[in-house]
């Protein structure tokens, strides 16, 4: 594995580089004049709701993933199963309908599956991005409900420096090390990085779970067979000239990790496993996953006129195994594969941008093909190809310095060829036995015409944005050809190959006000989905599980997010912010519900307090509220409403001319037991992990 290989050379871009690029700043700052007018320049360059947070946000924030790093951002939510695995979503919208953009590259993992989590090393990105809403204007298909832009091409202004960082947590025992190198001789540059993590079986605030009315004992109140490990590496080699900027990047990803042994099925009680002999060690049922990117970039710059083109390869390869046991008419396998996803992307883009007096003129035409293979002898997903292509154009307009539009437009077509499956054992059907037929070979063509608009005014104290677009995303594979069971998230699910394109229409809005010592902001935002698709729960089971299948209804989603800063005096800083989020679906089935797993309202309130010279050490007490959730779709449950208590401090240290970074945070402070309602592990009556108190130290060279 790459990962491996790069062990050895360590990792990401150091702390010399801050100052290469203004968009390096957080927009979270605001104790000096020059932090408020990068914010209010960022704020500037888009009409649509975002937010951007740079690498100290990132180290004094980190948790388990990337993703519940991340998940203190209004709007930002991470769905959770393991202790090692999550998945971002956007005002409540996740999976293919936002897109993870890594460098300029859409990420191209199985982001369609409920237990799968990013393939990316947290500790390598040096800024993030969150694009709320429709975006499908620059990014294509699946930024449907936003983006999460990730940076990690800074280029290094330094001959050579680097961090190396070492981190643990209580909970899950987690131990890890990180290490990022970096250099610049003339106009050559690289940069490497390594992240290497261990964790055992991490523990819930209960002693047992019911599943299917069958008590569960935990031993040591922990989730057995959670453990996992992870291995991530990259290096990238660049030039950086007066008019041209290149680089290449290859980046390896490899995680293995656990399923919680009881989550899988009653067999476990037949299993000859003793899943209580280690915390640490990883038993059937597990997951590896290993993903593979290339990334070569070309900008040109001349004047007024910008030129860039990337080209990527991923490959996503995916393999899920479990005890061989035998299930209605299959017999018995041979062996503990279950389920393997070998998907291979290529993609290219290029974009062109031009200053011609008050306008900016951008423009771009992007191309992707995946080939995706399966194996294994249980079925979800079938093998599939696809092929898409998307053109767009967009213009900005500057009225004057303080007032600008923007509009534009984007058309794309989408092939997906979809290959048929039959189970590889016979099943009786009236007098005869056949190999049941699970997808239909079928081939779907798909067009779409997008567009955008929006206006952006500044003044002293306030900010305006309005944006209103369409986006439509494309149905996936699965989507359209599954048939079989998901263990793992105890349910068996039904495509539907007649599912059209869905589409989105959406007006948001942000208003920010900022007098002296105080930072208002309030994003409201309505959608509308004409066809909007989802996993509709039944009453009836299948093979035991209780049957899900897919669907389309007209969707109508509202809400809001609200955030208030106050700067009591140098030291102190007081905070709050909430959202909320209303939907309901106007036809089908389930007409005048709301959507499965819909997110509850909450409140997050903290009180910083900054120490030290320099103001380089803080402490802060925070409170995360959730609102019980009883708006729900049948035969779901509602879920009661909880609060928890967190505690984080850093401090940054100065040993000679190196920079030592130390951050601790304890989560959950108070060991509560709670369940959070966008949850799969809540099914099986699975609270969330118990306390967590984990540490960082990082050495800056």
């Not at 959406?506 to 309505?526: N, R, T």
Request: hydrophobic fraction near 35%.
């Amino acid at each position: 594995m790459i990962a491996t290989i790069l062990t050895a050379a360590l990792v990401t871009c150091s702390a010399g580089s801050d100052n290469a690029d203004l968009a390096d700043s957080t927009i979270m700052l605001q104790e000096v004049s020059v932090s408020g007018q990068r914010q209010r320049d960022y704020q500037m360059r888009t009409s649509q709701s975002s937010i951007q947070v740079n690498r100290e946000f990132l180290r004094e924030n980190l948790a388990g993933s990337l993703m519940q790093t991340l998940e203190g951002l209004p709007g930002v939510k991470a769905m959770s199963i393991g202790s090692g695995q999550s998945k971002p979503t956007i005002r409540g919208l996740g999976f293919n309908r936002m897109a993870v953009v890594e460098d300029g590259v859409k990420h191209e993992g199985q982001q369609w599956g409920d237990d799968h989590g990013l393939e990316i090393d947290q500790f390598a990105i040096d800024r993030a991005e969150v694009i709320k809403g429709p975006a499908a204007l620059l990014y294509g298909s699946d930024a449907i409900g936003g983006v999460l832009n990730l940076f990690s091409n800074h280029i290094p202004t330094d001959s050579f420096a680097g961090i190396l960082q070492l981190f643990g947590s209580s909970n899950n025992e987690q131990l890890g090390v990180s290490a990022k190198v970096g250099g610049r001789k003339d106009r050559w540059f690289y940069r490497a990085n390594a992240t290497l993590i261990d964790y055992a079986d991490y523990r819930v605030p209960t002693d047992s779970i019911q599943y299917y009315s069958y008590w569960i004992h935990l031993k040591d109140q922990r989730l057995r067979n959670t453990a996992g490990c992870e291995r991530d590496g990259s290096l990238m080699l660049g030039y950086a000239g007066q008019k041209v900027l290149t680089s290449v990047r290859i980046s390896d990803s490899y995680s293995k990790s656990g399923f919680f042994a009881n989550a899988h099925g009653m067999e476990v009680r037949l299993s000859d496993i003793d899943y209580d002999r280690s915390r640490r060690d990883i038993d059937l049922p597990y997951q590896w996953v290993n993903h593979l990117k290339v990334l070569g970039q070309t900008s040109w710059c001349s004047g007024d006129t910008d030129v860039k083109l990337n080209v990527a390869y991923q490959n996503n390869l995916r393999e899920e195994l479990s005890e061989p046991v035998s299930h209605g008419y299959m017999p018995t396998p041979d062996d503990p594969l279950e389920r393997r996803f070998d998907k291979h992307t290529g993609s290219a883009l290029v974009a062109l941008r031009r200053i011609i007096g008050n306008h900016e003129l951008r423009s771009g035409l992007s191309a992707e093909y995946q080939h995706n293979r399966c194996g294994g002898w249980g079925f979800i997903l079938p093998d599939f190809e696809t092929a898409t292509t998307g053109i767009y154009f967009m213009e900005r307009y500057t009225l004057r310095k303080e007032l600008f539009v923007n509009a534009g437009v984007r058309y794309d077509y989408a092939r997906t060829h979809i290959h048929s499956y039959y189970d590889w054992f016979k099943t009786p059907i009236g007098l005869d036995s056949v190999y049941v037929m699970r997808s239909a070979e079928m081939t779907r063509r798909f067009h779409s015409l997008t567009w955008s608009a929006g206006i952006n005014y500044a003044t002293e104290l306030w900010t305006l944005k309005t944006n209103v677009g369409k986006s439509f995303r494309v149905p996936i594979p699965k989507e359209m050809g599954a048939d079989g069971i998901n263990y793992h998230i105890f349910r068996y699910e039904r495509g539907n190959p007649q599912l059209d394109p869905e589409e989105s229409y959406q007006i948001d809005a942000s208003a920010s006000y900022d007098p002296k010592g105080w930072h208002f902001q309030v994003e409201p935002y309505l959608n509308y989905f004409p066809n909007y698709i989802y996993l509709s729960p039944t009453s009836q089971y299948v093979e035991g599980l209780q049957l899900y299948h897919y669907t389309q209804a007209r969707v109508l989603r509202y809400g809001l997010e609200a955030l208030v800063n106050y700067e009591i005096n140098r030291r102190w800083l007081a905070e709050l912010q909430g959202e909320y989020l209303w939907a309901r679906q106007q036809s089908g089935e389930k007409k005048g519900y709301t959507l499965p797993f819909s997110i509850p309202w909450s409140i997050d309130t903290a009180l910083k307090y900054r120490f030290g010279r320099r103001n380089d050490g803080f402490v802060r007490v925070a409170a995360h509220i959730v609102g019980q959730q009883d708006e729900i779709v049948p035969p779901e449950k509602p879920t009661e409403g909880y609060w928890t208590l967190n505690l984080s401090a850093g401090k940054q240290l100065h040993v000679g001319k190196q920079k030592l970074n130390v951050a601790f945070q304890a989560n959950n402070l108070l060991d509560r037991r709670y369940y959070d309602h966008t949850s799969y592990y809540r099914l099986i009556d699975v609270p969330e992990p118990g306390r967590n108190i984990s540490a960082t130290v990082g050495l800056e060279f």
